[in-house]
């Protein structure tokens, strides 16, 4: 994401311009008020714009607005380099709705020529009173090499280490690297709050994440039809366990696979969660909401 993605910046940006302007109808509003626990606005801005055309002059206040209105009134901005960090963490002291975290992307960390600068300054923003999770931070196998683990695992040893001194939820990216993301908090000893973003295990993979205690935040991609291993994850967490996010402008849930994500859709991930696990809709998005809460703390 952003510079920490750029091996694709040109076709995404290629993407960006067939999609712009061709967001999905909102869905109808959630029972109860949900936040969405990871997402991209710059990104999201950048590359789509905002949903309905939104007022240019502020794309950030018209992407709360139209997230409000289908009930998803709190968001969660993530950093994935030292610019974004500070951006978001800018936003969320503008913007009541929006809280931050910051952080090197782990696909970032191997291209740093000064990791350890890098670092001091996400250790710096991590101070700062909205800004309340350090990620996303982990280790990717997909897109970083063998050469690029040794800094990987280096600042996600770091990172853990930022999350526990100032007492901040530690957001995870692991793709393709359970074993390993496990192992590394075994090393280090886990932060009491990790969320483990855009879950993508299995059953297993889950019931072991939940038995530690950590939380598993799913994106649109439990809605895929290719996804029935990730449902099964998903009915086996406790409701107490489990967050929603979008990861906006990707991962746009079913059946707007393809076109540009942000907050709004939302209800389309939750009322697929609450059909995945049985749970009554009103009171998934209760737990869900309470649980932002307890991660991220009060907006």
Not at 100 to 118: I, S
Not at 196 to 221: I, K, M, N, P, Y
């Amino acid at each position: 994401m952003l510079a920490a993605m750029t091996e694709r910046t040109e076709s995404r940006k290629q993407r960006a311009a067939r999609r712009a302007g061709e967001f999905p109808p909102a869905p109808p509003p959630l029972p109860r008020p949900v936040l969405d626990s990871h997402t991209h606005l710059d990104i999201t801005v950048s590359e789509a714009g905002v949903p309905g055309g939104g007022d240019a002059a502020d794309p950030v206040a018209a992407a709360i607005e139209v997230a409000a209105a289908v009930g998803v009134d709190r968001l969660v901005q993530v950093g994935v380099d030292v610019d974004s960090s500070r951006w978001g963490a800018d936003v969320a002291d503008r913007y009541p709705a929006v809280l931050a975290t910051v952080a090197l992307h782990p696909n970032e960390a191997p291209r740093l020529a000064d990791l350890d600068a890098a670092l001091r300054e996400i250790e710096t923003l991590a101070a700062r009173d909205r800004v309340r999770g350090v990620g996303e931070t982990g280790m990717d196998f997909f897109r970083t090499g063998d050469d690029g683990r040794a800094a990987q695992e280096e600042s996600f040893r770091a990172h853990i280490a930022i999350a526990k001194r100032y007492g901040k939820a530690l957001v995870i990216h692991d793709r393709d690297a359970h074993a390993d993301v496990l192992r590394i908090l075994d090393d280090e000893g886990a932060p009491d709050t990790v969320v483990l973003h855009c879950f993508s295990g299995d059953a297993d993979f889950a019931r072991e994440c939940v038995r530690r205690g950590h939380l598993l935040s799913f994106a649109g991609t439990v809605t895929f039809g290719s996804a029935a291993a990730l449902r099964e994850a998903a009915a086996l967490t406790p409701i107490d366990q489990l967050l929603v996010e979008t990861d906006a402008p990707y991962l746009t849930p079913m059946p707007h696979r393809g076109r540009p994500n942000a907050s709004y859709l939302i209800p389309l991930t939750v009322r697929s969660l609450a059909e995945t696990t049985g749970a009554d809709l009103d009171e998934l998005c209760a737990a869900i909401s309470a649980t932002g809460d307890r991660v991220f703390g009060p907006w």
